[in-house]
């Protein structure tokens, strides 16, 4: 039976009653931050839903997390916590009960249309790392850059390959991004070239929010994962190739990177996912015991990604992919994080890596769909793309699709704006 809330919520919306997604918002541009969740085309504020008294379970009763300015505090009280939180705002959202739908007053202080609010980042992020988790897209790169004897290097199928991101740089989506300037390979006998990037790219990514996180110095056991990583937003990590391949040897991706990374501002919970759980790829060969999972799993959650050029008013797909497709899984990634001691904390922000599937339409950046600009996308409005031009426009979005109503991710914007002279 598909729950019903007493908001009028379209069937194509992405925040259903289901979803319930956790953000942080301003009313209006003098007022502070809160934190919220998205229900249809409202938000609703949940320091007026706690200031009223209604969060009155055991482990949320006498907690200050929804008076905060980030959702640091709520994401570290950890699973339990959440879950009550989310029993308690869908029952308040629901149809057949009258404590929010029958008091005027208590809506009007706790509702805002979301066309009229100003949406932040989610939480303060204090650290972030990028995973390289699709095997596809593994595969891909290592036929462009080395050829297609031994493009996955035998290392990748034993541990879920990272490097640490620059966490000052990751940005709300509809945030401009101004094309890097940098270094790439010489021509010839001449110096290195620096100057604007000529291969500016997206990533379609997904990112992982760290709730409790862990001590230093104890590694999180893999059947225990799953309830320190609160949810995922969608994740747009651009990338200078011709930067990052000019300075990626001998210790990995720099400022070909991190110049900007796109996040969306809502988190969808592993519990409003849990619907459309389905089965990871199978690992060959078998992962070492301290990343075996009893049951390896991902999420049914259909991407796609859209380029908007300047002067057209809409996007063209370019590409259509799934969270399914990732090798690693997130439990993976997080235990193999802190497998050395490392410790995460709350708030803390785990790329997936980009996400491409096993077609030429499922592939999740410019660098593979044009195999490295040899083979130009022709884009549905006519203009054609090696890498992003000045003026584009990159639009990823996610859903999972229910019976009758749809847990979405909302979308991940972002606009190339000209290099600095």
Same mark, same amino acid.
């Given at each position: 039976?598909?729950?019903?809330?007493?908001?009028?919520?379209?069937?194509?919306?992405?925040?259903?009653?289901?979803?319930?997604?956790?953000?942080?918002?301003?009313?209006?541009?003098?007022?502070?931050?809160?934190?919220?969740?998205?229900?249809?085309?409202?938000?609703?504020?949940?320091?007026?839903?706690?200031?009223?008294?209604?969060?009155?379970?055991?482990?949320?009763?006498?907690?200050?997390?929804?008076?905060?300015?980030?959702?640091?505090?709520?994401?570290?009280?950890?699973?339990?916590?959440?879950?009550?939180?989310?029993?308690?705002?869908?029952?308040?959202?629901?149809?057949?009960?009258?404590?929010?739908?029958?008091?005027?007053?208590?809506?009007?202080?706790?509702?805002?249309?979301?066309?009229?609010?100003?949406?932040?980042?989610?939480?303060?992020?204090?650290?972030?790392?990028?995973?390289?988790?699709?095997?596809?897209?593994?595969?891909?790169?290592?036929?462009?850059?080395?050829?297609?004897?031994?493009?996955?290097?035998?290392?990748?199928?034993?541990?879920?390959?990272?490097?640490?991101?620059?966490?000052?740089?990751?940005?709300?989506?509809?945030?401009?991004?101004?094309?890097?300037?940098?270094?790439?390979?010489?021509?010839?006998?001449?110096?290195?070239?620096?100057?604007?990037?000529?291969?500016?790219?997206?990533?379609?990514?997904?990112?992982?929010?760290?709730?409790?996180?862990?001590?230093?110095?104890?590694?999180?056991?893999?059947?225990?994962?799953?309830?320190?990583?609160?949810?995922?937003?969608?994740?747009?990590?651009?990338?200078?190739?011709?930067?990052?391949?000019?300075?990626?040897?001998? %210790?990995? #991706?720099?400022?070909?990177?991190?110049? !900007? +990374?796109?996040?969306? @501002?809502?988190?969808?919970? *592993?519990?409003? $996912?849990?619907?459309?759980?389905?089965?990871?790829?199978?690992?060959?060969?078998?992962?070492?015991?301290?990343?075996?999972?009893?049951?390896?799993?991902?999420?049914?959650?259909?991407?796609?990604?859209?380029?908007?050029?300047?002067?057209?008013?809409?996007?063209?797909?370019?590409?259509?992919?799934?969270?399914?497709?990732?090798?690693?899984?997130?439990?993976?990634?997080?235990?193999?994080?802190?497998?050395?001691?490392?410790? %995460?904390? #709350?708030?803390?922000?785990?790329?997936? !890596? +980009?996400?491409?599937? @096993?077609?030429?339409?499922? *592939?999740?950046? $410019?660098?593979?769909?044009?195999?490295?600009?040899?083979?130009?996308?022709?884009?549905?409005?006519?203009?054609?793309?090696?890498?992003?031009?000045?003026?584009?426009?990159?639009?990823?979005?996610?859903?999972?699709?229910?019976?009758?109503?749809?847990?979405?991710?909302?979308?991940?914007?972002?606009?190339?704006?000209?290099?600095?002279?």
């Amino acid at each position: 039976m598909t729950l019903k809330s007493f908001i009028d919520v379209h069937p194509d919306s992405h925040f259903s009653l289901q979803n319930l997604p956790y953000g942080v918002f301003k009313p209006g541009k003098e007022q502070k931050a809160r934190i919220g969740v998205a229900i249809g085309e409202y938000v609703l504020d949940l320091s007026a839903i706690a200031g009223a008294g209604l969060f009155n379970e055991p482990l949320l009763k006498d907690s200050e997390c929804f008076f905060q300015n980030s959702l640091n505090m709520f994401l570290a009280l950890g699973r339990p916590a959440w879950k009550e939180a989310r029993a308690t705002i869908q029952r308040l959202l629901s149809a057949d009960e009258p404590t929010l739908r029958d008091n005027a007053s208590l809506r009007e202080r706790s509702l805002f249309s979301m066309d009229q609010v100003e949406l932040l980042l989610p939480a303060a992020i204090g650290d972030y790392t990028d995973f390289f988790s699709s095997m596809h897209h593994a595969k891909n790169c290592g036929t462009i850059f080395r050829g297609p004897e031994n493009p996955i290097p035998v290392n990748w199928f034993h541990l879920p390959i990272a490097y640490h991101g620059r966490a000052s740089s990751i940005l709300l989506s509809g945030t401009d991004i101004i094309r890097p300037r940098g270094q790439s390979f010489p021509v010839g006998n001449s110096p290195p070239y620096f100057g604007p990037s000529l291969k500016l790219d997206f990533e379609l990514e997904m990112a992982a929010i760290v709730g409790p996180g862990n001590e230093l110095g104890k590694p999180v056991d893999i059947d225990k994962a799953e309830d320190l990583i609160f949810g995922l937003v969608l994740m747009n990590d651009w990338s200078a190739r011709d930067i990052q391949a000019w300075e990626y040897q001998p %210790l990995g #991706p720099f400022l070909g990177k991190s110049f !900007g +990374t796109t996040i969306s @501002p809502w988190i969808v919970t *592993l519990e409003a $996912l849990e619907p459309f759980a389905c089965d990871a790829p199978k690992q060959e060969p078998h992962p070492l015991p301290y990343l075996t999972e009893k049951k390896s799993k991902n999420y049914d959650i259909a991407l796609e990604v859209q380029i908007k050029p300047t002067g057209h008013k809409e996007g063209s797909v370019v590409t259509k992919s799934n969270f399914k497709y990732l090798y690693w899984t997130l439990p993976q990634q997080l235990v193999h994080h802190t497998s050395n001691g490392c410790n %995460l904390r #709350p708030g803390d922000l785990l790329g997936t !890596g +980009t996400i491409s599937g @096993p077609d030429r339409e499922s *592939l999740g950046c $410019l660098l593979e769909l044009t195999w490295n600009g040899q083979k130009p996308l022709s884009l549905q409005n006519g203009a054609v793309r090696k890498f992003l031009e000045d003026e584009d426009e990159v639009i990823i979005s996610g859903c999972c699709q229910g019976n009758g109503y749809k847990v979405g991710f909302g979308t991940c914007t972002g606009r190339i704006l000209p290099a600095l002279l």
